[in-house]
T-cell receptor
Framework: DSGVTQTPKHLITATGQRVTLRCSPR?????VYWYQQSLDQGLQFLIH???????AKGNILERFSAQQFPDLHSELNLSSLELGDSALYFC???????????????FGPGTRLTVL | AQTVTQSQPEMSVQEAETVTLSCTYD???????LFWYKQPPSRQMILVIR??????QNATENRFSVNFQKAAKSFSLKISDSQLGDTAMYFC??????????FGEGTQLTVNP
């Protein structure tokens, strides 16, 4: 158990809908990262938050957004869902994530999203 | 931009034997970190081992060790005394500046009894 929790574990929805994925980082970790794992594109970085502020963006679609709350949990919002958004979405947390300082990222169990 | 390449999509090994997984990477940064993560059938991403680029000594964690060749930008993972529970997808990953991980395509390792 990494200490990172994600809910829900599975999500099945229809095209055009909107969903919210939730992540709670390990106790004391200030950084939260979101990754998408799909069959055709592998593991891809989406976005990084540090202590409530967005730090870096990767290949995140405009239909996707995220935020980190004062209690440090994070939510990833996916809207206008398409079939191609079906994937495993991981959240990871680390202690720092400041520029030039690296700390190991620990992953949650993931949320499997299926868009029908 | 950073890239990570794993050229072995699949590998297999007999239980108790040793296997080496290959990884090459490219980055223009001087300070970076390399990781191996495993993803068993449960799909959980589990850290196996970590290597700081500024350290010359290769990292080891029990049966897992790395061969870090900085000049060649190579970072291989050696698993000794392979166990059935080592069966998983293994991902090599690169991190710079305390931010995103860049992953390779993964190597599916099967340990046969």
């Amino acid at each position: 158990d990494s200490g990172v929790t994600q809910t829900p574990k599975h999500l099945i929805t229809a095209t055009g809908q909107r969903v919210t994925l939730r992540c709670s980082p390990r106790s004391g970790d200030l950084s939260v990262y979101w990754y998408q794992q799909s069959l055709d594109q592998g593991l891809q970085f989406l976005i990084h938050y540090y202590n409530g502020e967005e730090r870096a963006k990767g290949n995140i679609l405009e239909r996707f957004s995220a935020q980190q709350f004062p209690d440090l949990h994070s939510e990833l919002n996916l809207s206008s869902l398409e079939l191609g958004d079906s994937a495993l979405y991981f959240c990871a947390s680390s202690g720092r994530g400041l520029a030039g300082i690296t700390d190991t990222q620990y992953f949650g169990p993931g949320t499997r999203l299926t868009v029908l | 931009a950073q890239t990570v390449t794993q050229s072995q999509p699949e590998m297999s090994v007999q239980e108790a034997e040793t296997v080496t997984l290959s990884c090459t990477y490219d980055t223009s940064e001087n300070n970076y970190y390399l990781f191996w993560y495993k993803q068993p059938p449960s799909r959980q991403m589990i850290l196996v081992i970590r290597q700081e680029a500024y350290k010359q000594q290769n990292a080891t964690e029990n049966r897992f060790s790395v061969n870090f060749q900085k000049a060649a930008k190579s970072f291989s993972l050696k698993i000794s005394d392979s166990q059935l529970g080592d069966t998983a997808m293994y991902f090599c990953a690169l991190e710079t500046s305390g931010s995103r991980l860049t992953f390779g395509e993964g190597t599916q390792l099967t340990v046969n009894p």
